[in-house]
């Protein structure tokens, strides 16, 4: 049978490595979750707990970007082939955000710790979902899922255009006008993915929820608490498929949005992008409720705040901290609206800016200290061991990594230059960008040096406060290269299999192995930039103490 010969020809066309990735995924993801839920010294508690939670919520807000699936059902109007324009690429770039989603809060809840005290304490309860969903939010994620069916539904409605080449045509006593414009396939076709990625996200968040309100319970939580830990879930799942059913309703319109490019229309807008966008905004802001004994240290009883905490200055340094992850958010938004922005290595410049943001409060957080809180007659201390051993193993491997790929990149796209074909500079723009990021890095680091003391009568105080600078600019330098290095192999894949020995052939197209391992890199820059000062090493290697200015 020619569709039996053919099914099996696709199936055996199909790379290995494409179908173990998403189980080397979960088995990475299984273990990173294992790992940030034991305490130091084993077992778990309310702390750990709660820690484990906001990294399935971290993790799975990561791996629910459409942004890939954005140009669904578009056909270019230039040399450039349509990436998107048949069911299968198009399921496929909906898969990974959808599936990938729901499998990071799966296995967040598969990955808790089993029983281990002698004897288990059993409850005869039942557990259903609606005794822990929180209603408020529950009701607006049904009204989200709602209005993404009802766009999805007039999508299909819609008839398909032709793409028609850019070009300029003279008209008489009315100068010149451009005609030409982008295409797009028939609406009913993206409307049937789009609405298959909608059914496997609330079928999929529906199995999630049952999965969470079943869950065994912990011994580090009473009843109560267990509970809690449930509502907590719910909330952090519903915000972020709330986000992808919004997400899918703005493909659909930047597919409806799209003219007839023989009507002449030069611009057009996306309503349901802005709607998307608001709803980001507002699952941002629908914080869950917390643990209170993760609250009070764990332990059920309150801790007295030490005088280091109670300070200004170390006030104002965590403050900064939840600036300089504000930071790359503002840098992206602006990066995002900024009208014309069709530069070469846009990407690599886009992450260098959001970089360069957090480098930029770094040091100005700096400057607030010295202004605030500094003393002339106060010596200058500098601690003993300002980065730990495994972040400073981390930077050193990731500048690296970045270094190779550059190389590897910017050979390439002088290759295909050679060979006549079209080649983009990102490898030259991602060296330049770097090479700025890592002096503006220097800024905050100088400062740190340079600035006066704190007048305290708290020993360390102030050289823990410069520690906690280097750290930071050491950390979002590691995760900057590391990313950075993923987005070059993502948007510069071309570059690699005239190197590599492919045949010409294969060079005018994108290298889906290149675009795997660079969306891996990509995930562990971010992974990189969120952990905490603390996350690295759990035991110091050795005790930090603070040494004068001059001493060695």
Not at 232 to 259: E, H, K, S, W
Not at 289 to 302: D, F, M, Q
Not at 309 to 317: I, Y
Request: hydrophobic share 55%; net charge positive.
């Amino acid at each position: 049978m020619p569709g039996v010969d053919g099914f099996e020809i696709a199936v055996h066309n199909v790379p290995p490595m494409v179908l173990l990735w998403p189980f080397l995924l979960a088995a990475g993801l299984y273990l990173l979750l294992r790992w940030v839920i034991r305490a130091p010294g084993g077992g778990t508690n309310a702390v750990t707990v709660s820690q484990h939670a906001l990294w399935i919520g971290v993790i799975g807000w990561l791996a629910s970007s459409l942004q890939a699936a954005g140009p669904a059902g578009i056909l270019p109007a230039g040399n450039t082939s349509p990436t998107l324009a048949t069911p299968t690429s198009i399921l496929g770039a909906l898969a990974w955000p959808v599936l990938g989603c729901l499998a990071v809060h799966a296995v967040g809840q598969l990955s808790y710790p089993g029983p281990r005290l002698p004897r288990r304490l059993a409850s005869l309860e039942i557990r259903r979902v609606r005794d822990f969903l929180p209603r408020a939010l529950a009701w607006t994620v049904v009204a989200v899922f709602a209005v993404s069916a009802v766009q999805i539904g007039w999508v299909a409605t819609l008839p398909g255009y032709e793409a028609i080449p850019f070009s300029v045509l003279e008209e008489r006593n009315q100068g010149f006008s451009r005609i030409g414009g982008d295409g797009r396939i028939q609406g009913s076709v993206l409307a049937a993915c789009l609405g298959a990625g909608w059914l496997a996200l609330a079928v999929g968040t529906a199995l999630v929820l049952t999965l969470i309100s079943r869950r065994r319970q912990l011994e580090a939580l009473d009843a109560a608490e267990n509970d809690l830990l449930r509502t907590i879930a719910m909330n952090r799942l519903l915000r972020t498929v709330a986000t992808i059913a919004a997400g899918l309703a703005a493909v659909a319109g930047n597919f409806a949005a799209r003219p007839d490019p023989s009507a002449g229309v030069s611009s057009w807008t996306n309503p349901a992008g802005l709607v998307a966008f608001v709803v980001l905004l507002v699952m941002w802001g629908w914080a869950p409720p917390k643990l209170p004994s993760a609250e009070v240290g764990g332990a059920g009883t309150g801790v007295v705040e030490s005088p280091a905490a109670a300070h200004p200055a170390t006030r104002l340094s965590v403050s900064l901290g939840a600036a300089m992850g504000l930071a790359p958010l503002v840098a992206a938004a602006l990066g995002f609206f900024l009208p014309g922005a069709n530069l070469p290595g846009q990407p690599v410049i886009l992450v260098a800016l959001m970089a360069a943001a957090v480098l930029l409060v770094a040091a100005a957080g700096e400057l607030l200290l010295q202004r605030n809180y500094g003393s002339p007659g106060v010596p200058r201390t500098w601690p003993r061991q300002a980065v730990s051993p495994a972040l400073l193993t981390t930077a050193i491997a990731a500048v690296a990594l970045f270094s190779a790929i550059t190389v590897v990149t910017v050979a390439g796209e002088w290759k295909l230059r050679e060979a006549g074909l079209d080649a983009s500079r990102g490898g030259v723009i991602a060296a330049v960008s770097t090479a700025a990021v890592g002096i503006i890095a220097i800024l905050p680091v100088v400062a740190a040096r340079l600035r006066r003391s704190i007048s305290t009568g708290i020993t360390g105080l102030d050289a823990a406060l410069r520690a906690i600078t280097v750290h930071r600019v050491v950390r979002t330098f590691a995760a900057y290269c590391t990313a950075q290095g993923g987005v070059l192999l993502m948007t510069g894949s071309k570059a690699w299999p005239p190197l590599l020995g492919l045949p010409a052939t294969t060079w005018a197209a994108t290298w889906q192995p290149a675009v795997i391992a660079g969306a891996l890199l990509a995930a562990a820059g971010v992974v990189i930039a969120v952990i905490p000062v603390k996350g690295f090493a759990r035991v110091p290697a050795a005790p930090v103490r603070p040494v004068p200015e001059g001493v060695r």
